[in-house]
């Protein structure tokens, strides 16, 4: 075995691979090596047009995902979340379900820790992953005993030749490999699921859930809103509780609970434990978290809204003026599905990126105050200075963050820190 890193390794990271004998590199690809291998496991950020990916796979050589390379060596049932928005959430939700059931779970893919290093030292029987579609596309053996779709908008299209339809056919690779015994968790409401379907079948049991207030289909089981409550109906044994009974509020978040309870009913967890579950569950770092009330203002933290879908959920939920600070790396934003949101609540967008232009020339019809910032704690002060008792500063970016910042983490961490210092 032999890793290979073109950055600089963690020192946690090149301690554990000292203590274990495995041989590594850091800074370079030694080609010659790698292209001498039986497999590679690809990290997720390396995409498939990259040169050496392209060598290798002239060469025949197989190239995976650690996700599909860590299931080989496991037997537990795994519970697996995509979707372009709340699959975090829900994934997080969906564990903290199995947690208060008593199940050994282990919590893997995109949160959590390595799905092959707890496979290698534990033994759980049961996994919940969330898989982003980078993960997917290098996966062809692995199989998702219950699978759950969140939603599907346009996001990472750079990666998919800027074709929404490829975009999609990677989402949909979660349903490889299921058997009839299986579940599919999926949005009814969603119509880019619903065009995915047309193309992909699976002989998994179909669980829809939907929002809208319209019954499910004639013969499905899975969840929907009647008045102000919501059910999740599974095995003809309903489970009914009211929406503001939930943890998390929001219509984006009942879809979310929903997802997430239906796997628990699926399961056959306990009603009780699911309803618990949903109404005490602590929602993430960076995902509409409150950061603090300053004479009046209002500050909250939503930088893992990296696409403009997440974006809308977060404008959506806002019930007073809005100091709106956007921007970073772009991925082929359209802005348009904003304008009415921004048109009704956004007062003024503070753009914190290296290249406001694009955010400009969307709205700058439309909002009047526009200002560039250069990182979070110019752009923190210029929306202190902006703001008046009751209206809120909300960070949610619609973009990636790499062109300031290491990660959306690291980008929410110090817009914080400069709202504290305020």
């Not at 980078?134 to 998702?144: E, G």
């Not at 047309?198 to 859930?209: C, I, M, Q, V």
């Not at 967008?349 to 105050?369: P, Q």
Request: overall charge negative; aromatic content about 8%; glycine content about 6%.
């Amino acid at each position: 075995m032999f890793l290979s890193d073109r950055g600089t390794l963690r020192h946690e990271f090149r301690d554990i691979l000292e203590q274990r004998g495995i041989a590594y590199e850091e800074g370079t690809h030694s080609e010659e090596r790698i292209l001498s291998s039986h497999e590679v496991i690809k990290s997720p950020g390396i995409p498939g047009t990259a040169p050496l990916i392209r060598s290798l796979r002239e060469k025949d050589i197989p190239v995976i995902s650690e996700i599909e390379f860590a299931a080989r060596y496991t037997t537990a049932k795994k519970i697996c979340i995509t979707g372009s928005n709340g699959k975090t959430t829900t994934t997080l939700l969906t564990y903290h379900i199995l947690k208060n059931a008593g199940l050994n779970v282990g919590l893997a893919g995109n949160v959590g820790k390595s799905f092959a290093l707890q496979v290698a030292e534990h033994s759980f029987d049961y996994y919940v992953l969330e898989l982003s579609s980078f993960q997917l596309d290098d996966m062809y053996d692995f199989r998702a005993e219950i699978a759950i779709l969140t939603n599907i908008t346009p996001d990472h299209l750079d990666r998919y030749e800027y074709k929404l339809d490829n975009y999609v056919d990677s989402k949909f690779r979660i349903l490889r490999n299921q058997q009839a015994e299986d579940a599919f968790i999926y949005n009814l409401d969603d119509p880019e699921t619903a065009a995915g379907l047309r193309r992909h079948t699976t002989p998994a049991r179909l669980f829809p859930f939907t929002i809208s207030g319209s019954p499910l289909p004639d013969g499905h089981e899975g969840a929907f809103v009647h008045d102000t409550f919501f059910t999740i109906n599974t095995y003809q044994n309903p489970l009914t509780m009211k929406i503001t009974e939930l943890a998390l509020q929001g219509k984006h978040n009942l879809a979310n609970s929903m997802a997430a309870g239906v796997a628990g009913r699926i399961l056959d967890l306990r009603k009780e434990v699911v309803r618990e579950s949903l109404e005490n569950f602590e929602n993430i770092e960076h995902r509409l978290e409150h950061v603090a009330r300053v004479h009046g203002i209002t500050f909250i933290n939503d930088s893992k809204a990296t696409n403009v879908n997440s974006t809308w959920y977060a404008l959506e939920s806002m019930d007073r003026p809005v100091i709106w600070i956007a921007g970073g790396q772009d991925k082929g934003n359209d802005y348009n599905e904003l304008m009415d949101l921004v048109r009704l609540k956004v007062k003024a967008i503070i753009c914190m990126t290296k290249d406001s232009s694009k955010i400009r020339n969307a709205f700058g019809g439309v909002v009047d105050t526009i200002v560039d910032t250069g990182g979070a704690e110019q752009a923190v002060r210029v929306a202190y200075d902006l703001g008046r008792e009751g209206d809120i500063v909300l960070l949610s970016p619609a973009c990636a963050s790499f062109d300031l910042f290491e990660n959306y983490e690291d980008r929410g961490r110090q817009f914080k820190s400069a709202v504290r210092s305020l």
